[in-house]
């Protein structure tokens, strides 16, 4: 006797990753045709948190080099743009599922106005690209005497 092992939701595990897939390929329908931020391959997740002194932008790049990755402030928009390199592999390997999607990625954030564009750093560390947008000093309200004339 044979037992066979069934996994039901499979099915619909599969069709969420080729709708994701899909999606990702529609990331930016407001650019030329023939602009390179036109087809993403893949899009990282991004979290981005407001601090009291900063904004934090932390997006999932693993297997990116830091090298592959563009990062650009213009106009009050910050686009992050890249490229993981996929791995050559053989059949002979034994491979039998490969998930992990390569090629370009290529996301944008509209900044508020508190957002110093000067001051943007950002660093990449174990698959995690983490960009740091100070924001800018807070104008202090002042008092403005009348004087007679």
């Given at each position: ?20 897939r ?7 329908t407001?650019?030329?045709p ?35 990755i563009?990062?650009?402030m ?12 996929a791995e050559?592999t ?17 996301r944008?954030f ?26 800018q ?8 005497t009348?004087?007679?004339?």
């Amino acid at each position: 006797m044979k037992i066979t092992r069934t996994e039901p939701w499979s099915l619909f595990d599969v069709l969420q990753r080729d709708l994701d897939r899909m999606a990702g390929r529609r990331i930016n329908t407001t650019t030329p045709p023939d602009s390179d931020a036109s087809i993403a391959d893949w899009i990282p997740a991004v979290d981005v948190v407001e601090e009291e002194a900063r904004f934090l932008l932390r997006a999932d790049v693993p297997g990116v080099r830091p090298e592959d990755i563009d990062i650009n402030m213009e106009n009050g928009v910050l686009t992050v743009s890249g490229q993981r390199i996929a791995e050559s592999t053989e059949q002979a390997q034994g491979v039998k599922r490969l998930e992990r999607l390569n090629g370009k990625f290529y996301r944008r954030f509209s900044l508020p106005e508190a957002a110093n564009a000067d001051e943007i750093s950002a660093q990449s560390a174990h698959g995690i690209l983490e960009i740091v947008i100070p924001k800018q000093p807070e104008a202090k309200a002042r008092k403005i005497t009348v004087k007679a004339a």
